[in-house]
């Protein structure tokens, strides 16, 4: 699918445009800072995005005013008394130094234990941490979406964990994949749950139009809510 790309102004929001060979135009805002971003077939003019943003700029705005008020985790250091996260619950880091395989263990309700080995360093500790949640995250993701696969009425073959600055999960319909970002692994399990959700519904319906809100409202009935907690929580410094 061969794409162009353009940018426009709209009273005063920069809106950045990807022409497509699609059919309907698709307005999203992303985050980290609300970044407003329009998928528009090939055939429609600046003029024609314009009126499309200009016609739902309340919501855009209210979708910026959103991202901009949502709190900020600081940069991790990884160092001892740091503030980490696993489901939803705070923990105060607590570093190890052994000369034994490097490890990540929950203590106590209350410590998030990082073991490695002397003298190493900020960026390797990150990547042991982010291992442990991609690992934590793979042995969620099974159960979870046996139990919700039956009542959104699809059948997933693949499910893959990476790394993603801009959204929480995403879906490849044709391969019937979704792929779901490290992230939730810091998040509440229920919020979890609304990714798998919303990116299952995504294999019966692609836009978010009526039809998909309707789908999410018969299998999740309140995924706004589980929608809004995800969103207020704190981004990662990673994301922003």
């Known amino acids: 699918m061969t794409k162009e790309h353009s ?3 709209v009273r005063g929001i920069a809106v950045q445009i990807v022409r ?4 309907n135009l698709h307005l999203g805002v992303y985050p980290p800072d609300g970044r407003v ?4 077939p090939k055939r429609l003019d600046d003029d024609a995005v314009r009126l499309a943003v200009i016609d739902r700029l309340p919501w855009v705005r209210r979708q910026i005013q959103a991202f901009e008020q949502q709190p900020r985790l600081p940069e991790p250091q990884y160092i001892t008394g740091e503030s980490h996260y696993s489901l939803g619950q705070r923990y105060r880091l607590d570093v190890i130094e052994a000369n034994a395989p490097p490890r990540v263990r929950l203590r106590n309700q ?4 990082l073991q490695v080995r002397p003298g190493t360093d900020h960026g390797k500790r990150g990547e042991i941490i982010n291992r442990w949640y991609r690992e934590q995250l793979h042995a969620l993701w099974p159960e979870r979406l046996a139990r919700w696969q039956p009542r959104v009425g699809v059948q997933v073959d693949e499910v893959r964990v990476r790394r993603m600055k801009t959204r929480w999960g995403s879906c490849n319909a044709l391969a019937r994949r979704i792929w779901l970002n490290t992230a939730l692994a810091t998040k509440p399990l229920e919020c979890l749950d609304y990714i798998l959700v919303h990116e299952m519904t995504h294999l019966l319906e692609r836009h978010h139009n009526d039809r998909f809100r309707q789908l999410l409202d018969h299998a999740m009935p309140n995924w706004r809510l589980y929608r809004d907690r995800l969103n207020q929580t704190p981004l990662a410094h990673d994301s922003w």
């Open 7 to 9: 940018a426009i102004e």
């Open 20 to 23: 497509k060979n699609i059919k």
């Open 37 to 40: 971003r329009v998928a528009a």
């Open 110 to 113: 209350r410590f998030m234990e």
